[in-house]
């Protein structure tokens, strides 16, 4: 007689708190309608500081995932997750992917130090903003691809180098910045607005959502994290970025499907609404189920940081793929269930359509993020059961 073990699955649910954080999120990012976020998107910073500071000092949502002994508000990935999704829904615009998305976890997972300590605060109080100046092959750190070079020691070091493309550094106070020591590759804090650093801002697709090149000549530096601990600092950002990444593209998303159904409802033809026609039904219908995937990716991978359950970085990998490719295709549909005016300039669908592929681009395209999903299952699968070679 065969025993059969039975393996009870845990359903993942919300709790009460977290969804009272969305809604309070969610309130807070009807001050970003489309007017504002156009405003915005043309104004010298690309962001308005005061409402960055009451996300941080009022609303506390900064620090969520900080522990409060580091002067965070607690709380977990998850909660990161609800409130970067509601952001994403509304197109706002902040430094949210450099500050929270990297950074702030780049901190966090930094040793403890007084470095960590005086360039965190400000941050998860909403008072400094920041930009993580790590090069990023497929969204994974690359000690070998580090240009910036660091001469100094102790508490005096300088950077010297040009990185380009750095995703909120026009407006960013601090740099994380990676630099190559005679140690090896460390992790150093610049602030950015000393003369020594120059900023050039680039024409990106995606308004909303601001580049720049960083030059450095001998900019004053202070060590975050030396060759023996930078990789893994690193790696760990860039771990919960793509995790935060994939949330935010679920809320996109999410406010995509919700306008085309609207649209669907109310746009009629031949005297009926189009959304009663089989093709849209099923275009939506298809629209639903890639976002609904994405949506359990996105959270399944916040919750494997959050837990330790599974694999983060293999999950933050397929969180990537999946969200990805759900955005991109919820952007293209929309654009088709809103015909004409999907088109035009004055209609909002194209922002999100822009962030959509912008953020497919960012920390690893779904093909290098599957690549890395399928190497992973290999070694994983080649560990488990090695393969033996004859020899003689």
Request: one cysteine or more.
């Amino acid at each position: 007689m065969v025993e059969q073990t039975v393996t009870e699955s845990v359903e993942f649910t919300f709790t009460p708190e977290q969804d009272e954080l969305r809604a309070a999120i969610r309130r807070f990012a009807q001050l970003s309608d489309e007017a504002t976020v156009r405003r915005l998107m043309d104004s010298k910073v690309g962001f308005d500081p005061p409402e960055w500071t009451r996300l941080g000092s009022e609303l506390g949502v900064l620090g969520l995932g900080v522990p409060e002994a580091l002067g965070g508000s607690g709380g977990s990935v998850v909660d990161a997750a609800i409130v970067v999704e509601e952001l994403g829904a509304a197109l706002f615009c902040g430094p949210v992917f450099g500050t929270v998305m990297l950074s702030i976890p780049a901190l966090v997972a930094a040793p403890d130090t007084s470095v960590r300590a005086q360039t965190l605060g400000p941050l998860v109080d909403g008072v400094r903003t920041a930009a993580f100046v790590v090069p990023d092959p497929a969204g994974q750190f690359d000690p070998s691809v580090v240009t910036v070079r660091a001469s100094g020691a102790g508490d005096a070091w300088t950077l010297s180098g040009t990185v380009e493309r750095v995703v909120d550094a026009g407006g960013a106070d601090d740099l994380l910045v990676a630099a190559v020591s005679p140690g090896g590759t460390a992790l150093f804090v610049v602030d950015a607005s000393g003369p020594e650093v120059k900023r050039t801002a680039l024409s990106t697709m995606d308004l909303t959502r601001r580049q720049a090149t960083v030059h450095l000549a001998e900019a004053p530096a202070r060590l975050l994290a030396g060759p023996q601990d930078a990789a893994r600092v690193c790696e760990h950002a860039l771990t919960v970025g793509a995790t935060l990444l994939s949330a935010e593209q679920v809320g996109g998303g999410q406010h995509l499907l919700d306008l085309s159904v609207s649209y669907a409802k109310e746009r009629l033809q031949f005297g009926r609404p189009i959304g009663s026609f089989q093709a849209v039904k099923h275009r939506l219908a298809n629209m639903l189920v890639s976002q609904e995937h994405a949506r359990a990716a996105a959270y399944h991978s916040a919750w494997s940081l959050q837990d330790g359950a599974d694999d983060p970085e293999l999950e933050a990998s397929i969180a990537q793929a999946v969200c990805s490719e759900a955005f991109t295709g919820i952007a293209r549909d929309a654009v088709q269930v809103h015909g004409g005016i999907g088109f035009t300039w004055e209609y909002q669908i194209h922002l999100y359509f822009k962030r959509a592929f912008t953020d497919a681009a960012l920390l690893g395209t779904a093909e290098q993020r599957r690549d890395l999903v399928a190497q992973r299952m290999l070694d994983t699968a080649t560990t488990d059961h090695p393969v033996e070679v004859a020899t003689g």
